[in-house]
């Protein structure tokens, strides 16, 4: 399985940014692709999946109404829609598959990555 996660950069609070990530020697039909952020100092925090088959998503409190996953099976890449961050939102971002999924962030399991995306938000 290999995950290529693009689309980070600069971007100043209240704006948007896009982040995709194409995915290659994974059955998109059969799971779930999810995004989580490691930023200097603190642990990984698991951000939204979304299941390919059904696109059923799921996302942490601290995104929620701000962040939207989405996928595309035809072009076999996930994206996370970046709306309205946060200077808190800075960190490195990386899309995963996910073993198991759900309404609670802290059951995500995730299984394989790639190199992150670095996403700094700052006026």
């Known amino acids: 399985v290999q995950l290529q996660a693009s689309g980070g950069g600069l971007v100043q609070p209240g704006g948007s940014l896009r982040l995709s990530c194409v995915v290659s020697?994974?059955?998109?039909?059969?799971?779930?692709i999810g995004w989580f952020r490691q930023a200097p100092g603190k642990q990984r925090e698991g951000l939204s999946c979304?299941?390919?088959?059904?696109?059923?998503?799921y996302y942490v409190d601290s995104v929620k109404g701000r962040f939207a996953i989405s996928r595309d099976n035809a072009k076999s890449t996930v994206y996370l829609q970046m709306n309205n961050p946060k200077p808190e939102d800075t960190a490195a971002y990386y899309c995963?598959?996910?073993?198991?999924?759900?309404?609670?962030?802290?059951?995500?399991?995730?299984?394989?990555w790639g190199q992150g995306t670095l996403v700094t938000v700052s006026s």
């Open positions: 979304i299941s390919m088959t059904h696109g059923i998503t």
């Open positions: 995963a598959t996910i073993r198991s999924y759900g309404p609670e962030p802290n059951k995500w399991d995730f299984a394989s």
């Open positions: 020697g994974f059955t998109l039909g059969d799971g779930a």
